[in-house]
């Protein structure tokens, strides 16, 4: 069987998409996990940090399942989100908003526009009502759990060897955690990102990015409602209104761009 996908990337983070509504693509790719991890293989497929179907829905424009580079279904992916929104624009399916389905409820989406071509996406992320103090770092979940760990330069910090530690760390079992390791300069924060499901660091994560700027607002460290945040592959910004209960209207813009599009067979992979 051969299958059209589209590439696409979030400041370095990013995806292959499959316009999902062929059911026999479906029943292929969510039944089989190691054929969504080959085609997510750098050498052996196409090459990403996760898959992403975009499939009809009765109420919504669509919805959107995510699937991380390891071949396990994932929780919210915030670039995905944002990339998905974009292949949705370019198809037609949307003009310059949207209002979409995912595996935490509800997101609503805005195409800007310079030109004529697509500049940014913005994407409203869900209300963060409960922050913890760990001994790793700050715990929230912005649709994915994640660590917030601020240190002095994260230029120091091997993010692969010590994310994987609080990764792993009995504290977040069964399911783990992301881990972010941030650096603030100027009310600007700098960003690395140890994504479960990839396994590794990535050039920028969405969620993680969100749950960056939550934290560095509620410890204080940056008095700003609007904060840019500086990750490996781009510059993203996040903006929020904090309350007596959290934090509310957190909407997450960064670029989003195709990259190719092309066919791949199957039948060269191991379909069971």
Known sequence: MTVKF????????????????????LNHITKNHTLIS????????????GLMLLLTHPEYDYRMVYYNSDGNEG???GNGGRCLAAFAYHQGIIKNKTVFLASDGLHKAIIK??????????LSMNDVTEIKETEYGLFLDTGSPHIVKFTED????????????????DTFKPNGTNVNFVTIVDETIHIST???????????CGTGITAAAI??????YISKNNIEVNAKGGVLNVSFSPDLKGFKNIILTGPAQKVFEGEIDLQHFDIK
């Open 75 to 77: 929780s919210m992916c």
């Open 154 to 169: 994260i230029l120091q910090i091997n993010v692969d060897s010590e994310g994987k530690k609080i990764r792993n760390a």
């Open 194 to 204: 140890y994504e479960r499901g990839v396994e590794s660091e990535t050039l920028a």
């Open 113 to 122: 526009t310079d030109n004529g071509q697509l500049s940014s996406v913005s």
């Open 6 to 25: 589209f590439k696409y990337h979030g400041a370095g983070n990013d995806f292959i998409i499959i316009d999902e509504r062929r059911k026999d693509i």
């Open 38 to 49: 080959e085609l997510c293989h750098r050498r052996f497929g196409i090459g990403a940090d």
């Open 215 to 220: 934290a560095a607002s509620h410890k204080g």
